[in-house]
């Protein structure tokens, strides 16, 4: 059984910045990619981010040049440092393992972006 638990997400004007994070319980992170996904009010959830076991980093066209995934296999952590937020990004973030794993969604950290 996997568990993940997300934080770092808050309230922020456009233009700032936040670094969410989301430590792994159990032995599987290592060896696997994970993901940022976001799911706004009346939307879909969506990718917005992965990381492959070797740290390859892959973007939605949405957020490239602003989010930064990032991971560190020692603290089972994955990192989203986000940058020149829009109100668009408001959401609730979610980390799971790409692709995902049904059973593995856990609580999601809110992220909203206004003045």
């Known amino acids: 059984q996997v568990h993940l638990v997300e934080s770092g997400g808050g309230l922020v004007q456009p233009g700032g910045s936040l670094r969410l994070s989301c430590v792994a319980s159990?032995?599987?992170?290592?060896?696997?990619?994970m993901g940022w996904y976001r799911q706004a009010p009346g939307k879909q959830r969506e990718l917005v981010a992965f990381?492959?076991?070797?740290?390859?980093?892959n973007y939605r066209d949405s957020v490239k040049g602003r989010f930064t995934i990032s991971r560190d296999n020692a603290k089972n952590t994955v990192y989203l440092q986000m940058t020149s937020l829009k109100p668009e990004d408001t959401a609730v973030y979610y980390c799971?393992?790409?692709?995902?794993?049904?059973?593995?969604w856990g609580q999601g950290t809110q992220v909203t972006v206004s003045s």
């Open positions: 990381i492959t076991s070797v740290s390859t980093p």
């Open positions: 159990g032995s599987m992170f290592s060896g696997r990619a």
């Open positions: 799971n393992f790409f692709p995902v794993r049904d059973d593995a």
